[in-house]
């Protein structure tokens, strides 16, 4: 291993973004977290594990740092897919599939992120729900709210956005875990569940909540009769 030179005063915040970095990307090469040493780090980023120690208590710690920079970077670029958008509903769907692109960039992390327990046993994914990246689901069945595609009434917007979240981090786990199953070219299968997901509370008023599948029948077939009858009218 190769010693770097020692740093100069008040570098410590970029040696301890370093670290960070090493250990995501020992995890990602090795895909196995018990496989991600203190000492492993340091060789990578060029320090004797004591300097670790400076900036993480323990392997835990660093892996948590780990997960808490996958939850930034996620959140970074759920916020630039978002503001390509304008329509509530379109941002909804970029905000869903930046979340599975993201999962499936980074798939060790995610998966780690995911299947440890923090302190005191509290499971890392209910930090998730504290994060940046799921308040932006919030924020957009706010906006859905507001522009009148879902209804006001009785609309929980926490409900509404983990139900979304359930959608984005379902498909994000099979992507990664059943690889070859056929999802199709660009994502295809995930941004057809995604869309899905992201109209399904705007259309379920308009056949009830708890509608039979004949009710439902009945409403679909309504709906493909005036989009006929639509473009009928535009051909003529």
Do not use: N
Request: hydrophobic residues 45%; contains cysteine.
């Amino acid at each position: 291993m190769t010693r770097r030179a020692r740093s100069p005063r008040g570098s410590g915040e970029q040696l301890r973004g370093e670290i960070i970095d090493a250990a995501a990307h020992l995890l990602e090469d090795r895909a196995d977290a018990e496989a991600v040493s203190i000492r492993a780090v340091a060789d990578r980023v060029g320090v004797s594990p004591p300097a670790i120690y400076l900036h993480f208590t323990d392997k835990e710690a660093l892996l948590d740092a780990v997960c808490g920079r996958y939850f930034d970077q996620l959140d970074e670029a759920m916020a630039a897919a978002q503001a390509q958008h304008t329509h509530p509903l379109d941002r909804m769907l970029a905000l869903g599939m930046t979340y599975v692109r993201f999962a499936v960039a980074h798939p060790a992390v995610y998966r780690f992120a995911f299947c440890p327990s923090g302190p005191e046993g509290t499971p890392v994914v209910d930090e998730a729900l504290r994060t940046a990246a799921f308040g932006r689901l919030v924020d957009g069945v706010v906006g859905l709210v507001e522009c009148g595609w879902y209804e006001s009434d009785g609309v929980d917007e926490l409900e509404a956005a983990l139900e979304l979240w359930v959608v984005a981090h379902g498909v994000s786990s099979l992507m990664i875990t059943k690889p070859d199953l056929p999802w199709g070219s660009e994502f295809q299968v995930a941004e057809s569940v995604m869309r899905a997901a992201c109209l399904g509370r705007g259309v379920m008023p308009l056949v009830g909540d708890s509608a039979s599948g004949a009710d439902v029948e009945r409403a679909v077939g309504v709906l493909r009769s005036h989009s006929r009858d639509d473009g009928k009218v535009k051909k003529g």
